[in-house]
């Protein structure tokens, strides 16, 4: 269960390191391979998963039937663009250039741990998105439901 934000420095060369706190936790999980891909519902972040979870979710969205456009662009952002990425010795991953371009990430970033997955923003997209404020209108029942 990945949680928590942490503000990320990529390199020069695209990497940026795991965070000391996930290192024991994405060796655990997934043998230090990871899945990172478009996260098909917002702009400027991508989506980093422990390889057993990515192989759930690719399964699950290569079953959706391809004849529908939606399910095309969900294929073509979460399974086309995947890109399976090893820590190497010093705990840095590769991002894929056309992902960070696409994304804006530079060299300023923000990892989100979300549960099964973790969410990689550029910081511009990151703080525009945490600075909205989830208003009355878009409460939904389930949402209405929680003890918070």
Request: a negative charge; aromatic letters at 6%; glycine letters at 6%.
């Amino acid at each position: 269960m990945f949680q928590g934000e942490t503000a990320i420095t990529v390199d020069d060369k695209g990497r940026l390191a795991i965070p000391t706190m996930y290192r024991e936790l994405v060796a655990g999980a997934c043998a230090n391979r990871l899945v990172i891909t478009y996260n098909p519902f917002e702009h400027g972040c991508l989506w980093l998963f422990p390889y057993a979870e990515w192989e759930r979710v690719r399964d699950e969205v290569n079953a959706l039937p391809s004849v529908k456009a939606a399910h095309r662009n969900m294929q073509m952002k979460l399974v086309g663009a995947a890109a399976v990425v090893e820590p190497d010795s010093a705990a840095r991953i590769l991002l894929p250039a056309s992902q960070r371009g696409t994304t804006g990430i530079e060299k300023r970033a923000v990892l989100l741990g979300m549960g099964n997955k973790f969410e990689l923003w550029s910081e511009q997209a990151h703080l525009a998105k945490i600075r909205q404020t989830i208003g009355e209108d878009d409460i939904t029942s389930d949402m209405a439901e929680l003890r918070l």
